[in-house]
């Protein structure tokens, strides 16, 4: 088969069998996924509080870089967990999805199973090792094999993301854009009763601006805007847990307003560091017969 004719069944076979993706697969990683009251255009403006001196805003950039970074170290380095996805569509169609998510950062596995919410029938299994993804459509007995460093999402979901912002969301880490530096250092505002604060800084690089919203010494929202597209991604992280002094979140919220996309993932069974979950807990078992497509 030549080169063309090669990506046109990728192709092909990308349109029949990533449709269930579209709704639920990338979609839960996302929100797994940044709000109105967050600068527009990444421009920042103080309400209520003030704008800091130019050292002070140094001091108080790097103070919250090192929040950031101390809230993803919290974060269990392995880790399951069962899922509940809800959403709405572009089109306005709620959906609903369950699964198990299993992830060994340390090792770079991760396996995703998604299941249909009514037949409990198995809708699709992501599994990652280190730079290999595989994608199993059970349906279809088709595995679609990529790569992370070249993935894009574009052919799964109408998304032009990187899918290694994507994947640290799915596990509770707070995604910093690689080189970036400070666009605007922070801006602090504090409520009418004085007693809370909320902390914004908005990095950048050759790609995405990214604000991240700081609150209660931990990082709550964040949003990723496309300098070309200029697609925006909020995520929310919502209640907050530490378990032995680990820290994850039960709900992660992604919305995405210019395609009207609503989804949240709700965690439940949480099991931070087990000593159970071994290697082989990783490996995508399929039907002898399955096809392989190679993407990348």
């Known amino acids: 088969m030549n080169a063309h004719a090669k990506n046109a069944h990728v192709s092909d076979l990308s349109k029949k069998g990533t449709h269930v993706m579209k709704n639920c697969i990338f979609k839960s990683l996302c929100t797994v996924v940044i709000v109105t009251v967050l600068c527009t255009g990444c421009a920042v403006r103080s309400t209520e509080g003030r704008v800091v001196q130019l050292t002070e805003e140094r001091d108080k950039a790097a103070e919250l870089i090192q929040k950031i970074e101390k809230a993803n170290s919290d974060t269990p380095r392995i880790f399951s967990a069962k899922f509940v996805i809800e959403g709405v569509s572009p089109k306005n169609k709620k959906f609903k999805t369950l699964g198990e998510i299993a992830c060994n950062r340390e090792a770079r596995l991760f396996k995703v199973t998604f299941v249909d919410s009514i037949f409990k029938?198995?809708?699709?299994?992501?599994?990652?090792?280190?730079?290999?993804?595989?994608?199993y459509m059970p349906v279809e007995k088709t595995i679609y094999e990529d790569d992370t460093l070249f993935i894009n999402l574009k052919n799964y979901i109408d998304v032009n993301i990187k899918f290694d912002l994507i994947s640290a969301v799915a596990t509770w880490q707070v995604p910093m854009l690689k080189a970036y530096k400070i666009k605007?250092?922070?801006l602090q505002k504090t409520s009418g009763a004085g007693?809370?604060?909320?902390?914004?800084?908005?990095?950048?690089?050759?790609?995405?601006?990214?604000?991240?919203?700081?609150?209660?010494?931990?990082?709550?929202?964040?949003?990723?805007?496309?300098?070309?597209?200029?697609?925006?991604?909020e995520f929310y992280f919502?209640?907050?847990?530490?378990?032995?002094?680990?820290?994850y979140f039960n709900t992660i919220r992604y919305i995405s307003a210019q395609r009207g996309e609503r989804i949240s993932v709700k965690f439940s069974s949480v099991s931070a560091n087990p000593s159970r979950l071994k290697e082989k807990d990783f490996y995508l078992h399929v039907p002898r017969n399955t096809k392989t497509v190679r993407v990348h």
Not at 121 to 135: E, F, N, Y
Not at 212 to 232: R, V
């Open 238 to 247: 919502e209640n907050p847990e530490r378990e032995n002094n680990v820290l």
């Open 184 to 186: 605007q250092t922070a």
């Open 195 to 233: 007693k809370e604060e909320e902390n914004y800084i908005v990095l950048e690089n050759d790609q995405y601006f990214e604000t991240i919203s700081i609150k209660n010494d931990l990082p709550n929202k964040i949003m990723i805007i496309n300098k070309i597209t200029k697609e925006k991604s």
């Open 121 to 135: 029938s198995p809708m699709a299994v992501v599994a990652q090792d280190g730079r290999k993804i595989k994608v």
